[in-house]
């Protein structure tokens, strides 16, 4: 069977992807649907769209929603563009702790020698 290559266009987008078939009027969701197609669902909320999850007969009951940012995080962001403090990224290192500046004996090291 020959294909009409004239007749069919294929092209790919970074914004679309293979399974990303959500219609844009399609609102409510159910839960089988949403365990199914998960990664394309939480793909369309971190694009700015709200997925409302519904029961077996599609009544809502939950609201997958995008997480703004908090008030917080521009204020660290300005310190630390300003240089005053730097962002953690990543896994805490290894390093050893850091020895306490008090001479009194912690409380981890009393029960330590409690227990023989």
């Known amino acids: 069977m020959l294909l009409d290559r004239d007749a069919v266009a294929l092209t790919w987008s970074r914004e679309r992807r293979y399974g990303d078939y959500m ?24 694009q700015g769209r709200t997925i409302v999850i519904g029961d077996r007969r599609r009544r809502p009951i939950a609201r997958l929603v995008p997480v703004a940012r908090a008030a917080d995080d521009e204020v660290l962001d300005r310190l630390a563009a300003h240089g005053v403090l ?29 227990r023989g």
């Open 23 to 46: 219609k844009p009027g399609h609102t409510i969701v159910g839960v089988r649907e949403l365990r199914t197609r998960l990664s394309a669902y939480l793909r369309a909320v971190a």
């Open 86 to 114: 730097q962002r953690a990224v990543g896994k805490p290192s290894a390093k050893p702790r850091v020895a306490s500046r008090s001479r009194t004996r912690l409380v981890a090291d009393v029960v330590n020698e409690n």
